[in-house]
């Protein structure tokens, strides 16, 4: 049941396909067993074989929004399907399973900190949003302030330009000629300055007798 308010939460809220991936059953340290179960068999279940159970107080106040899509959305959806736990379960794991499809996809192809133009191109725009997703989330440690608009927008601009835009939190999108990568605005200018670096003091190799290769 709470899986069930938790997919229509951020349906409401227009998470996308991640968002209808629910309460995942296992994630890190945490392993949720009774997903697959309803409160009421829960309840039930306590009930028949004599074991307490604390309910919070603050369950009853639709108020708060997960308790009003409690008492007046659920009911409502189990009239159109009396087994909407089980449909909205079926419908979680679909989700993941393709949401880790598409992270695996996008890990392989910035796995190097960077996209090439070419490959990002090339890939469905689901699989951009997701690279650059997984590029921004790689680079900052977590991927708050990035909503599907910045991340379409982000898409679109580095699949048909050249430049560099700006990003949440003070962090930057660069759309090279041959690659596409984060950094921080100033980081340009720091590559830039590191290339001259290694080009003016890089030795002469010698290559026949007229022709020297310098890096």
């Known amino acids: 049941t709470d899986n069930l308010e938790t997919v229509i939460f951020n349906l409401a809220r227009g998470s996308g396909t991640t968002g209808m991936g629910g309460i995942a059953p296992i994630r890190k340290n945490i392993i949720r067993p009774l997903?697959?179960?309803?409160?009421?068999?829960?309840?039930?279940?306590?009930?028949?074989?004599?074991?307490?159970?604390?309910?919070?107080?603050?369950?009853?106040?639709?108020?708060?929004?997960?308790?009003?899509i409690?008492?007046?959305?659920?009911?409502?959806?189990?009239?159109?399907?009396?087994?909407?736990?089980?449909?909205?379960?079926?419908?979680?794991k679909i989700a993941r399973s393709e949401v880790d499809y598409i992270k695996s996809e996008a890990a392989k192809l910035s796995a190097n900190g960077y996209v090439t133009r070419d490959d990002f191109c090339k890939a469905h725009p689901a699989l951009r949003t997701r690279i650059l997703h997984t590029l921004y989330t790689d680079f900052a440690g977590t991927p708050d302030g990035l909503s599907a608009a910045v991340l379409e927008n982000a898409a679109e601009f580095a699949s048909g330009a050249t430049g560099k835009i700006s990003l949440p939190h003070n962090i930057t999108l660069f759309s090279d000629r041959d690659r596409i990568y984060i950094g921080t605005a100033n980081e340009e200018k720091c590559c830039e300055k590191t290339l001259l670096s290694l080009i003016l003091n890089a030795p002469a190799v010698p290559f026949g007798e007229n022709f020297a290769v310098a890096l």
């Open 35 to 68: 997903l697959c179960v309803s409160g009421e068999e829960i309840r039930s279940y306590a009930k028949e074989n004599n074991i307490q159970y604390v309910t919070d107080s603050t369950n009853a106040d639709t108020a708060y929004t997960r308790n009003h």
């Open 70 to 92: 409690r008492k007046n959305i659920v009911p409502l959806l189990r009239e159109i399907n009396p087994s909407a736990e089980e449909a909205v379960l079926r419908l979680t």
